[in-house]
Each structure stands twice: as C-alpha cells, then as structure tokens.
C-alpha cells in the first residue's frame, strides 16, 4: 500500500494542477474577450464590465460545472464499486430519467416551484429511479449481469422519460420541463450554487471517508463481510450518497449521461483499483473534465452554445465502446 | 342548423351583392357565381396557383401564425394553433375558437370550416383539402405587410387590408418620425427575446415588432446586430454577449415562465439601456406575432414607452 | 414433424388474437374526436354515408389502423429475429439503437435538405431506413470479434451506447434549428404516429409482403442460431451469413415501420416474448402469432393515446412506453 500511496500523491498533485489548468482555461475563453489580468481583477473585487461579466455568469457557471463534474464523477465510481459493474453511471441507470419525471410531476401540480422544490423533486425522482434499477438487480441472488443492470436502466430509463413527456403534453408544461432538463449549465446563479454546493461538497466528503469500506465492497460481498462490514449498512449509505450527488447534479444541469462511466474508468487506469484513490481522483478529473466540456461548448460556435449535455453524450460513445470491448469482458 | 344556413346565405348575397363592384377592381373576379350551392365562391391565386375559396367564409380554421390577420378583418375563426390561442390579446376574437393542430384531422372537420388557411410546410395538406379549401402560404416569402394585403384578397377583403397597411404604414412612419425626434437619429434599438435559458435577438422581419421599428421607423439597429442578426433573421447569444448586443434603446420581449436570471445579474443592470430606464418590457406571448392586431399593439406599446 | 395439437393451438391462439385484433379496430373506428354514430358505421363503410362520415372513416380512421397494424406486426418481427440472432431475450430494435439511428438521420434530412413538403413525407421511409441501416452495420462492426465472431451481448451493449450518444447528436442538430422544426422531430421522437394516410401504408406494406414470408421461410434458420454458436456451425449454417442477412431484414422491418410511425420502443419486446410464453420457443410457431400480437399492441396503444386525453394526441409511442417498460421489468425479475 504504502508503495502505491507515494505515486498517488504526486499523481494526485498533478490532476490538481490539471484542474486549475482548466479552471483557469475556463475563465479566460468564451463568448465575451476577457484577458487574464481581468480574470485577477474579477476576483479581487473590481467593478469593470469585464470584471462583471466573469463574476456574475463565467465563474458560478464554471463552479457548477466544476461541481457537477465531480459530483456524478464520484457518484459513478461509488456505483461501479457498490455494483461491481463497469457500466454504471447515474445516467445508464435511472436516475436521471427519475428525476426528470419527479420534475414533469412537480411542476404540473405546483406552476410556481422554487428552486428548493425543484432540488427535492430531483432528489427523489432519482431516489425513485435508482431503487427500482437496483430493485431490479438485488432481486436476482449473487449480484447482476452488468448486460442486464444496463438494459433494466435503459427500460426503467425510457419508461420515466416516457412518464415526464406524457406529463408534459397532459399538463402543458413541456417547455418549462425542458428548461431544467436541458439547459446545461447555462445560466447558473450564485442562489443557486449556494443551494447546492454544500450539499454536493459534504457528498463528496462522507465519500471519502466511506472509501475503504467502498474498496472492501468492490472486491466481493464475502470479502467485506469476511472482514466485519455491516455490509447492509455501508450500501444504504452508499446508496444515499449517490442519490445526493447524482440528483443534485442533475437539479442543476438536467440530463448528462457518460460522465460518471468515463472518469472512473480514465482514473482507475492511473491509480488502480483502490476506492480511496478513486474517489479523490474521480472528484478532481470530473470536475475538469467537465469545465474542459463545458469551456468548448461556449467557444466552439460562439456565440452559440453547443448543448453540454449532447458534447459529453458524442464524447462518451467512443469511451463506451472501449468498455464494451475489453474492459467490460472480466465482468461479463 | 338550417335556420342559419338559411341566415348565412342570405347575408352571403347581401354581402356579395355589396362587394361585386369592389371584386371588379382587385382583379379578382368571382368566378363562378353559383352552381348548385348558394353559397359564393371567389377564386384566389395563391401560392400553389388559383384555388376557389368562399366570398364570404364563416368558419376559418387557422393552423399557424395568421390567426391575428384573419381576426384583423373580422373573419370568424373557429379552429387556431396553440401559439395564437395563448396570446391573451387574442382572447377577445378567438375565445370559442377550439386549438387545433394539423394532425387533429377528426377535430377540425367537427368545426365544420369552409376555408382552411396554414404554413406551407404543414403536414396533411391532402386530406385537409377534401374538408375545406386550403390555402398555404411560406412564411417570410412576402413582406409582413403584404401578407396581410393577399390574407385580405383571400377572404375577400382585399381593400380593407389594403387601405388598412396604406395607413398604418403612414402612422408608422409618423410615430418614427416623433420618435426620432425624441431620442435622436442615431440611437439604436435592438429587440431581445429569452426562450428556455438561451437569448436571442432579432433582425428586421422577425416579429415582435422589428418590423415597426427596423422597416417603418427606420431606426438603426447596433452593428452586432447588423452583423449576426440581419441575414439569418434571428441570431441565439450567451448571456456574457448581451451587453454588446443591446442598442440605446432595448425591446425585450419577455418569456414570464422562461429562465430569467440574466436580469438579475449587474452586468445586465450595469448596460447603458438599463442604467437609463431605456428597457421596455413586453410580455412575449403577445409580442412574437406580426399581424395587424399584434403590429397595432406594438406600435402603441413603441409610442407609449418611446415617448412617454 | 410438429405435433398436431401443438398446431391446433397455434391457429387458436392465431384465430384468437386476429379476433382481439378486429374488436380493437372496430373500437378505434368508432372513438375519436369527431363524433359518429356507432350505427352509421356499417353504411358509412359501404358509401352510405355523409361526407363527414365517409372522410373521417376512409381518411382519417381506417389509414391510422392500417398503419399502426402494420408498424407493430413489423416492430414484433423486427425483435423476434434479433432476439433470435443475439440469443438474447431483451433485444428490441428500439433498445439497441435502431430507432435513434433512423431518428437520427430524418432530423438531418429534415433540417438541411430543401425539400418542400409533399415530396418530403415520401423520401422519409427510405431516409429513415439508410440511417438504421448505416446504424446497424456500424453497431455490427464495433461488437464483431474476430476470434470470437458476433457477440450478441456485446452488440446489444453496442447499441444501448449508440443510441444514446445519437440522442445526443440530435440535440446538438435541433438546437440550432428553429422552433417549428424542433417542434416536429420532439413529436416524431415521442413517436406520434404521424404519417397516417394511406400512402404510407402503400409505402410500408410492400416491404412486410416481401420480409414477412421471408423470416417465416428462414424460421427454421432461426431456431438454428438461437442454439449456441458450435451447435449451429456443427449442423452446417454458415452462421455469420445467415445472421447477417436475418440482421439487415430485421433492420428493414423496423426502419420502415419507425420512419413512419415515430420512435416506438419495447413492440418488438413484448410481442415476440407473449408469443414465446403462450405457445414456446419454436419460431415457426411463435413468429406469426407474434406478428399479430405486436400489430395489436400498438393498435390498441394508439387508440388508447388518441382518446385519454381532451388537450391532444398522446403519442402511441408513449403509451406504448408506459406499458412495456413495466412488462420490461418483469421479465428481468423473472429470469
């Protein structure tokens, strides 16, 4: 262990440093021509129209990207541990799609929700989601094929986004429903990140602490309880934890599939299989991956902006390939 | 139902009556005056060539964008599309008026229309034929004032239309002039609507009264806009962009239930346009049209906020 | 070679749904918005009747039925074969990225070839079909092995990737594109039915009149690659050719009926996998049965999402959506 800790750290450093390579990337280029010196400026305070420009929509937008990044980043690699599936991810699986009908529903019954509506709405729709996918795979005794964990997410999935189109033709609200679904970071405000970083910062938090027992889990349900792990225990929190993080990502951007498969699989390559590594790395490398993602969307076509959501979606498809070809066989 | 076809055609001959002296003038001669029926029909050369088309329709079915033209002339509209039936300035013409779409086939030949008027890109054109005639126009394909002059040969009232754009184009011209004077030739508006979490603003024939302003009033739009906006006729921005999109002056038409954060933020705030109260807020389910009745609207809305 | 009462079952389970079948398309004659007089039916079909009714009967309602019919009985075929060729009880062409494939392809076509409209709505079929077909040879390539052949999980997993990084390359394409247009592809993904006059059912039915026949001719073919991979080579099938070829007929099938029905999912699940249960795994048995059944389901869905609702039509795609993906489930608990 102790030869592998000294790598990590440095490697760890790294990806640190990558990240606020990106950061800063992220702040410097867009719609709006800022030079670096406006960037310093933005931060200490200045008033300039610059200045305002970053403060009030590139940085809360870049932090929600940065936050978003690593939320479903570490979301992904705590189901892919908790499952031992490598095709895990928040999107494959459910969650989003739940959110989303939670979303249809709540604003059908309730016009006027607030954001902390929206957030709890979110919140359980992924909660709803995930349960029945995972209902699903705990029915079956010695774990689930990652092939049919897939294709009950992809069902569960079409079935709930079937739910919130409905909703939204019954009810008329459709486009207030793809306001939320598909906006991407777009128009982040400083209310909201107050909202939700927390929320998103403690998530990764307890993560980190319950990495070792994520690790003893990811190596086999006996092992663990061999070991003395209340395993029941360790996966409702575990469990929790995903709901939190996945659906506050999603209150905040809508649907992103693909990033929570992507970083965990880029970070184990680096580090190994050792969740206590995994999940601060998936942390750090999501969240760049992210403002990186997030930073060609808005210079790509500017103006414009291209959909965050459809880069990743284009983005993902080579990476899941890979997984389907080789990675994924060990577990097939 | 007898009674009031009975009642209708009495009216249709009193009306046609009235009109045949005017039909002669606008080239648009009643063809067949009538066969078996007794209703009249005129024929109008539409896009798609001459179709025969009632001289006087009772029940329009309108399934896109000219809803507020046919309401203009005081043409009975019994079927409209979702947009124009959720303008509450509408409300007043269009409240019995079922919503309808070109796929709800059995809804439209339950409202009984004699004349079918819609997009050329619309789906079923065929079988909404062998309902009522149907006559399409390409939206964009003649200018906004013209439209409403060939709408107004189409229902047969031709001169109305006519003398109606003749004079709203001069009380245009004459508020531009007022308006000019006011604020000043070089003082550029720009118009800016937000739809989902995007911003677009818009060149000068695109609705929500950039027509008024850009073509009647001749008021210059800010180079940006020139550049992007013009050729395209609308043009989607970022949020970190809209400062150097807004004119002195800014028409912003408002989606309530759209992503409205950009206002919030003090680069918004800190614009010239807003700084000086030079935003004029419209609400934009009213706004997004460019029929008489909207273009009526927005030119009192231009007076009443330009001028105040 | 069958057992005779094995047979008999099959034509009353055939005789059965063709029943339910009919019952389903007399209730979607008689609702629907326009109000006819369920008396006024019989002399309506006989030209009888008013305008109205004659124009709401042969214009509006009989089309849709034809068309909805055809669209699931080819969907259900559709998952029939590859259910067959991927040894796989899930796959549906919905599932493993068919639809997206063809969805894909008709909102390119849709939104950078002028075409006016009339035309339009005819070349949409064969632009739906290049698009799955496209599709499907690339899902085939990235999940073919050349140790170990075709894979099928592996090339369901394919097409779960696919699909979803398409929906992605849709939203990138509508979100340039203005509203109208946007407004037409969200409803074609919904899968609303909306090519329901009766050209498209001329444009369909020549392809079920020449698949149909064919997959029940090389239904023996099926059961033959539905065993294992050394099992089907020992009995002499080139197994890669007859894959292929049963591959690119289910890809038809599926391409021709989505193209004009919208995105439908789980048809091609559900059919073939209720005929399975009733009659068993045999596909001379089950493939005409499933045939029917899948015609009848999306019927039925149809009809159900033309009259739930007062504000408009939910699309049958929905509906479909809502049923299946529970029935969905099921299946994956049952196993």
């Known amino acids: ?332 | 139902m007898k009674k009031a076809l009975l009642f209708l055609t009495l009216a249709l001959v009193l009306i046609l009556g009235a009109c045949s002296s005017k039909n002669e003038d606008t080239s648009t001669k009643p063809e067949k005056e009538d066969t078996s029926k007794d209703t009249g029909t005129i024929t109008y050369e539409s896009e798609n060539g001459p179709i025969e088309v009632p001289a006087d329709p009772q029940r329009v079915v309108v399934l896109s964008t000219y809803a507020g033209h046919v309401a203009a002339l005081d043409v009975p509209i019994v079927g409209v599309d979702s947009w124009s039936k959720t303008n509450p300035r509408f409300d007043k013409y269009l409240k019995d008026a079922e919503e309808v779409t070109d796929e709800d086939l059995e809804k439209i030949i339950e409202l009984e229309p004699d004349l079918i008027i819609g997009l050329s890109t619309m789906n079923n054109i065929d079988r909404l034929k062998e309902i009522a005639p149907v006559v399409t126009f390409t939206y964009g394909k003649v200018d906004y004032l013209t439209q409403q002059v060939e709408i107004g040969k189409l229902l047969n009232k031709g001169d109305e239309a006519q003398d109606w754009v003749t004079d709203f184009q001069a009380r245009s011209k004459e508020a531009g002039k007022e308006i000019k004077a006011k604020i000043g030739d070089d003082k550029t508006v720009s118009v800016i609507e937000n739809f989902d979490k995007q911003l677009y603003v818009y060149g000068d024939n695109w609705a929500r009264g950039t027509e008024i302003l850009y073509q009647e009033m001749e008021l210059p739009m800010p180079e940006k806009v020139k550049a992007d906006a013009l050729k395209e006729g609308y043009f989607a921005l970022s949020t970190e962009v809209l400062p150097e999109y807004m004119g002195d002056y800014v028409i912003l038409s408002r989606n309530g239930d759209g992503d409205n954060s950009f206002m919030e933020t003090e680069t918004y705030k800190n614009t010239p346009a807003v700084k000086e109260g030079h935003v004029f807020e419209a609400e934009a389910s009213e706004f997004y049209f460019n029929d008489p009745l909207t273009l009526e609207y927005q030119l009192e809305f231009f007076k009443e906020h330009f001028l105040k | 070679m069958i057992q005779s009462e094995i047979l008999k079952k099959q034509r009353i389970l055939l005789f059965t749904f063709t029943l339910l079948t009919l019952g389903t398309a007399i209730a979607a004659i008689a609702l629907g918005p326009a109000s006819i007089d369920p008396i006024r039916i019989i002399p309506a079909l006989f030209g009888n009747g008013t305008f109205k009714e004659e124009f709401v009967l042969f214009s509006v309602r009989l089309p849709r039925i034809a068309i909805t019919f055809l669209a699931g009985a080819a969907l259900a075929l559709s998952g029939s074969i590859l259910q067959g060729i991927t040894r796989n009880d899930l796959a549906d062409p919905g599932i493993i990225g068919i639809n997206a494939g063809a969805g894909a392809s008709i909102a390119v076509f849709f939104l950078f070839v002028p075409v006016d409209a009339g035309a339009f709505v005819y070349l949409m079929p064969i632009v739906g079909f290049i698009g799955a077909f496209i599709t499907a040879v690339l899902i085939y390539l990235f999940a073919y092995d050349k140790k170990t052949g075709l894979q099928p999980i592996r090339l369901v997993l394919t097409g779960v990737g696919f699909s979803l990084a398409l929906s992605g390359v849709m939203i990138v394409l509508t979100s340039s594109a203005d509203r109208d247009k946007v407004d037409f592809i969200a409803k074609w993904l919904a899968g609303n039915i909306w090519g329901s006059d009766w050209p498209f059912v001329i444009a369909l039915l020549p392809w079920l009149v020449l698949l149909v026949p064919f997959a029940l001719y090389k239904a023996n073919r099926l059961n033959v690659l539905g065993l294992s991979e050394s099992v089907a080579i020992g009995i002499g099938v080139s197994v890669e050719r007859e894959r292929i070829i049963l591959l690119l007929t289910a890809v038809a099938l599926a391409a021709s009926a989505v193209s004009v029905t919208g995105g439908i999912a789980f048809i091609g699940l559900m059919a073939p996998h209720i005929a399975k249960s009733l009659i068993g795994p045999r596909s001379q048995l089950y493939l005409p049965i499933a045939i029917i059944l899948g015609g009848w389901l999306l019927l039925l869905s149809d009809t159900i999402g033309r009259n739930i609702s007062s504000v408009g039509i939910i699309p049958a795609g929905l509906v479909v959506s809502l049923i299946g993906a529970p029935y969905f489930v099921y299946l994956l608990l049952r196993k």
């Not at chain 1, 919130?164 to 970071?185: C, H, L, P, Q, R």
Request: hydrophobic share 60%; with cysteine.
């Open chain 1, 1 to 332: 262990m102790n030869r592998q800790a000294k790598p990590f750290s440095i490697k760890f450093i790294f990806s640190c440093v990558g990240l606020l390579g990106s950061l800063f990337l992220a702040m410097v280029l867009g719609a709006a021509d800022v030079s670096i010196s406006d960037v310093w400026l933005a931060i200490i305070g200045d008033t300039s129209k610059n200045s305002l420009i970053l403060r009030e929509i590139r940085f809360p937008r870049e932090l929600a990207a940065l936050l978003v990044g690593s939320a479903l980043a570490v979301s992904g690699a705590i189901m892919q541990g908790m499952t031992r599936n490598p095709l895990a991810d928040p999107g494959l699986l459910g969650l989003t799609a739940g959110a989303n009908a939670a979303l249809a529903i709540a604003i059908a019954l309730v016009p006027s929700l607030n954001y902390y509506g929206i957030m709890a709405a979110c919140f359980l729709g992924a909660a709803i989601g995930a349960l029945v996918v995972f209902g699903i795979a705990s029915a079956k005794r010695g774990g689930f094929s990652p092939f049919r964990l897939v294709l009950a997410g992809a069902a569960v999935s079409t079935f709930f986004f079937a739910v919130a189109e409905g909703v939204g033709i019954y009810f008329k609200v459709s486009k207030d429903i793809s306001m939320w679904t598909a906006g991407g970071v777009i128009g982040t405000t400083w209310t909201q990140l107050q909202i939700i970083t927390p929320v998103i910062v403690i998530g990764i938090v307890i993560s980190l602490v319950l990495s070792k027992q994520l690790t003893l889990l990811s190596l086999s349900e006996e092992v663990a309880v061999g070991l003395g792990q209340h395993t029941f225990k360790i996966k409702v929190f575990l469990f929790i934890l995903i709901i939190i993080l996945a659906g506050s990502a999603v209150a905040l951007v809508g649907n992103l599939a693909f990033v929570g498969l992507m970083i965990p699989h880029i970070v184990r390559a680096i580090v190994g299989t050792d969740y206590r590594f995994i999940i601060p790395m998936s942390a750090v490398v999501g969240g760049a991956f992210m403002l990186l993602a997030d930073t060609l969307g808005r210079t790509m076509n500017a103006p414009y902006e291209t959909p965050v959501a459809a880069l990743v979606a284009v983005m993902g498809l080579p990476f899941f390939l890979i997984i389907v070809r080789k990675g994924g066989r060990a577990f097939l």
